[in-house]
């Protein structure tokens, strides 16, 4: 039966999901606001440990691709390469967006997530999480009012936006998990979807 481990830290509420068949066996949160480059390994090895998984028997590797912390997405990225170098696996990239489109009960969805400065990441999606637009940042008011009346809001902060949303949980790795099964490539390929420049970037843009 195919396993597949799943990864995200793109915010500080991490999370690490094993799923067989497609059927997600257990997801742990993870918060941590100081960054996940010293929990990650060690959690993940404990939860591989209960359930008697071995690495060289996992059929493909997932991580969160962003948008989210520029660093968190590639602590992710990096893991699942390694990862899927050592054992000679595939893996997947899944964006967050995409992965919080899988709570949602309409034919069109639109999830978003607090993207600071006053600005949100959003996407657009249908049912079977193919996109209905490009992800996006930008403020939210605008995004909002431009949305198709049918489209189902999306987030796990609703009570910052003061909007009537579907809540999704912030550990998404079970999703990612579930998305990545058919989408597992050559890990090498895989690149961080951050939708806009790092701060550093930003910075440097400005001098």
Do not use: C
């Not at 597949?4 to 997801?27: C, K, Q, R, W, Y």
């Not at 009537?164 to 999703?175: E, F, H, N, S």
């Amino acid at each position: 039966m195919p396993r597949i481990v799943a990864l995200d830290t793109a915010s500080e509420f991490g999370s690490l999901a094993l799923l067989e068949d497609g059927v997600v066996l257990e997801e742990v949160i993870l918060h941590s606001p100081e960054g996940f480059g010293h929990v990650l390994f060690p959690q993940l090895d404990r939860l591989m440990r209960r359930h008697g998984w071995k690495y060289d028997q996992v059929a493909g590797f997932a991580a969160g691709s962003g948008p989210g912390s520029f660093t968190g997405v590639r602590v992710a990225l990096a893991a699942i390469k390694g990862l899927a170098e050592a054992t000679g696996a595939p893996a997947a990239a899944i964006s967050n967006l995409q992965a919080m489109s899988l709570y949602g009960t309409s034919g069109l969805r639109a999830p978003f997530l607090d993207a600071r400065r006053g600005e949100i990441y959003a996407g657009l999606y249908h049912s079977d999480q193919t996109p209905a637009g490009a992800e996006v940042v930008t403020k939210f008011q605008p995004w909002h009012e431009a949305l198709p009346k049918q489209a189902e809001l999306l987030t796990p902060d609703p009570a910052v936006f003061s909007v009537d949303a579907t809540v999704t949980p912030r550990a998404l790795a079970g999703a990612i998990g579930r998305l990545a099964a058919t989408r597992l490539t050559d890990p090498m390929s895989l690149d961080a979807n951050y939708v806009r420049r790092s701060d550093a970037e930003l910075n440097w843009v400005d001098k």
